[in-house]
Protein backbone atom coordinates (compact mmCIF):
# COMPACT_ATOMS: atom_id res chain seq x y z
CA UNK A 1 0.00 0.00 0.00
CA UNK A 2 0.95 3.74 -1.32
CA UNK A 3 1.94 5.22 2.47
CA UNK A 4 2.90 9.14 2.18
CA UNK A 5 5.18 10.94 4.49
CA UNK A 6 5.27 14.31 4.68
CA UNK A 7 8.28 16.96 5.97
CA UNK A 8 9.26 20.41 5.45
CA UNK A 9 6.59 22.40 7.78
CA UNK A 10 7.36 24.74 10.28
CA UNK A 11 6.54 28.28 11.40
CA UNK A 12 7.59 32.02 8.51
CA UNK A 13 6.42 35.14 8.78
CA UNK A 14 4.27 36.62 6.42
CA UNK A 15 6.25 36.97 2.86
CA UNK A 16 7.71 34.06 3.86
CA UNK A 17 8.82 30.83 1.60
CA UNK A 18 8.22 27.46 2.67
CA UNK A 19 8.93 24.04 0.64
CA UNK A 20 6.88 21.06 1.58
CA UNK A 21 7.80 17.09 0.34
CA UNK A 22 6.29 14.28 0.39
CA UNK A 23 8.05 11.08 0.12
CA UNK A 24 5.72 8.03 -1.44
CA UNK A 25 6.84 4.39 0.00
CA UNK A 26 5.21 1.27 -1.35
CA UNK A 27 4.25 0.42 -4.50
CA UNK A 28 2.66 3.11 -6.87
CA UNK A 29 0.47 2.65 -10.22
CA UNK A 30 1.88 3.95 -13.45
CA UNK A 31 -1.05 6.76 -13.37
CA UNK A 32 -1.74 8.75 -10.39
CA UNK A 33 -3.05 11.69 -8.39
CA UNK A 34 -1.20 13.39 -5.82
CA UNK A 35 -1.87 16.68 -3.77
CA UNK A 36 -1.89 18.87 -0.71
CA UNK A 37 -4.90 19.43 1.42
CA UNK A 38 -4.67 21.81 4.28
CA UNK A 39 -7.01 22.20 7.47
CA UNK A 40 -7.14 24.57 9.74
CA UNK A 41 -8.64 24.66 13.62
CA UNK A 42 -12.45 25.05 12.92
CA UNK A 43 -12.26 24.79 9.41
CA UNK A 44 -12.96 22.05 6.61
CA UNK A 45 -10.18 20.78 5.07
CA UNK A 46 -9.77 22.14 1.87
CA UNK A 47 -7.62 21.00 -1.46
CA UNK A 48 -4.56 23.16 -1.76
CA UNK A 49 -2.96 21.72 -5.23
CA UNK A 50 -3.08 18.75 -7.02
CA UNK A 51 -1.22 17.30 -9.70
CA UNK A 52 -1.49 13.76 -11.78
CA UNK A 53 1.67 11.42 -13.20
CA UNK A 54 2.09 13.15 -16.43
CA UNK A 55 2.09 16.21 -14.76
CA UNK A 56 -0.86 18.18 -15.17
CA UNK A 57 -1.77 20.68 -12.48
CA UNK A 58 -4.46 22.06 -10.54
CA UNK A 59 -4.81 25.13 -7.79
CA UNK A 60 -6.91 26.56 -5.21
CA UNK A 61 -8.14 29.97 -6.74
CA UNK A 62 -6.54 31.03 -2.77
CA UNK A 63 -2.65 29.66 -3.68
CA UNK A 64 -2.94 30.61 -7.70
CA UNK A 65 0.58 32.47 -8.58
CA UNK A 66 2.12 31.76 -4.95
CA UNK A 67 2.00 28.07 -4.74
CA UNK A 68 3.63 25.77 -7.22
CA UNK A 69 3.05 22.04 -7.15
CA UNK A 70 5.55 19.64 -8.60
CA UNK A 71 6.72 15.77 -8.96
CA UNK A 72 9.48 13.87 -8.82
CA UNK A 73 8.82 10.73 -10.65
CA UNK A 74 12.42 9.34 -10.16
CA UNK A 75 12.54 9.82 -6.17
CA UNK A 76 8.41 9.06 -6.20
CA UNK A 77 8.06 12.63 -4.27
CA UNK A 78 5.96 15.20 -4.36
CA UNK A 79 6.72 19.44 -3.63
CA UNK A 80 4.92 22.14 -2.68
CA UNK A 81 7.01 25.48 -2.85
CA UNK A 82 4.78 28.28 -0.85
CA UNK A 83 5.65 31.79 -1.53
CA UNK A 84 4.09 34.93 -0.26
CA UNK A 85 3.04 33.07 2.43
CA UNK A 86 0.18 34.76 4.35
CA UNK A 87 -1.46 34.16 8.41
CA UNK A 88 -4.59 32.83 6.34
CA UNK A 89 -2.32 29.75 5.34
CA UNK A 90 -1.68 28.40 8.26
CA UNK A 91 -2.53 24.92 9.17
CA UNK A 92 -1.95 21.20 8.90
CA UNK A 93 -0.68 20.28 5.10
CA UNK A 94 -1.94 16.31 4.14
CA UNK A 95 -0.35 14.74 0.90
CA UNK A 96 -2.47 12.00 -0.39
CA UNK A 97 -2.32 9.71 -3.22
CA UNK A 98 -4.74 7.98 -5.05
CA UNK A 99 -5.24 5.94 -8.57
CA UNK A 100 -5.62 8.50 -11.72
CA UNK A 101 -9.57 9.41 -11.97
CA UNK A 102 -11.49 11.94 -14.03
CA UNK A 103 -11.46 14.07 -10.92
CA UNK A 104 -7.90 14.45 -10.51
CA UNK A 105 -8.49 17.23 -13.61
CA UNK A 106 -11.07 18.81 -11.60
CA UNK A 107 -11.05 21.10 -8.38
CA UNK A 108 -12.88 19.02 -5.96
CA UNK A 109 -10.34 15.82 -6.44
CA UNK A 110 -10.30 13.79 -2.97
CA UNK A 111 -8.45 10.47 -2.54
CA UNK A 112 -11.40 7.80 -2.47
CA UNK A 113 -11.23 4.43 0.03
CA UNK A 114 -8.46 3.18 -1.80
CA UNK A 115 -6.24 6.32 -1.51
CA UNK A 116 -3.79 7.15 1.07
CA UNK A 117 -3.20 10.38 3.24
CA UNK A 118 -0.32 11.04 5.17
CA UNK A 119 -0.11 12.57 8.83
CA UNK A 120 0.53 15.83 8.06
CA UNK A 121 2.97 18.97 8.92
CA UNK A 122 2.24 21.94 10.48
CA UNK A 123 2.33 25.37 8.68
CA UNK A 124 2.57 28.58 10.84
CA UNK A 125 2.73 32.01 9.06
CA UNK A 126 2.91 35.15 11.50
CA UNK A 127 1.99 38.31 10.88
Known amino acids: QVQPVESGGGSVQTGGSLRLSCAVS????????MGWFRQAPGKEREGVAHIDSDGATTYADSVKGRFTISLDIAKKTLHLQMNSLKPEDTAMYYCAHDLLSLDCYSGSWAPGTLGSWGQGTQVTVSS
Open 26 to 33: GYTPHSYC
